[in-house]
């Protein structure tokens, strides 16, 4: 009988976190908070790798679904993907419309184009999500009205439903706040617990409600 550890399987799986949160947030910033950044790389799909400039990270730029492919199959297989224990999607949102306007080259009908782009996405993310290794995806914000007419906020991707399904895809899902202090200067953290307006979970139940943006620091309290 082969026994092993629910902590050496969370070890050697990694930990897999969502986080959302507006422009300017600092969620591409995230991306170079990990403990090395050597073993760090960021698959990009955004212009907005500017606010990390000095950080010394692997970038693959992600411009299409062929490149998106490509990045996972060298990741997965090649001794050199093989060596980043951190990797960056930034952001889900426009790879999400990178499958998107591919699909809608592909088909005649726009609605056959959006649900061609769900099914791709969701095999796209939990290809990701399921490398044995630290994977952090970041999505912007979108509102959405819910059935009582409340306004709440989700992780965008086009269309709608998808959007509603992507916290289900992982155990770590925050929202990336930032707020002034007393002293008007900008406060940053990650909520890790829902509330009425924002989704947000911590399945490890290690992580304190408000916890500091940091990744070295999430994947210390969640691994030990
Ligand atoms: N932890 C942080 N501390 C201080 N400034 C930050 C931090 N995170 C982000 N910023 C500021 O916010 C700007 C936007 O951050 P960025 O990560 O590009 O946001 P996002 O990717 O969420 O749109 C950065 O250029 C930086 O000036
Ligand atoms: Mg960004």
């Given at each position: ?61 992600i ?20 060596s ?93 706040r ?30 304190s ?16």
């Amino acid at each position: 009988m082969n026994i092993t550890t629910t902590k050496a399987l969370a070890n050697a799986h990694g930990i897999k976190v969502l986080v959302y949160g507006q422009a300017g947030a600092g969620k591409t910033c995230l991306c170079a908070t990990t403990p090395d950044h050597a073993r760090t790389i960021i698959l990009s799909a955004e212009a907005g790798l500017l606010s990390i400039i000095g950080a010394d990270i692997a970038v693959i730029e992600i411009k299409s679904i062929q490149d998106l492919m490509n990045a996972y199959h060298w990741l997965a297989t090649d001794p050199q993907g093989q060596s980043y224990d951190w990797i960056c999607l930034d952001s889900v949102s426009e790879m999400g419309e990178v499958i998107l306007s591919a699909a809608k080259k592909t088909v005649k009908d726009p609605r056959q184009a959006y649900g061609e782009m769900q099914e791709k996405m969701e095999d796209m993310i939990r290809a990701f999500r399921d490398l044995p290794r630290n994977v952090y995806f970041t999505a912007k914000l979108e509102s959405y009205q819910d059935d009582t007419g409340v306004v709440r906020y989700q992780p965008m991707l086009p269309g709608k439903k998808l959007g509603q399904a992507l916290p289900y895809f992982f155990d770590e899902v925050f929202f990336l706040r930032v707020e002034k202090n007393a002293d008007g200067e900008s406060v940053r953290y990650l909520q890790t617990t829902p509330d009425i307006k924002y989704h947000a979970k911590d399945r490890s139940g290690r992580l304190s409600e408000r916890e500091v943006a940091n990744l070295a620091h999430i994947q210390q309290k969640i691994l030990g």
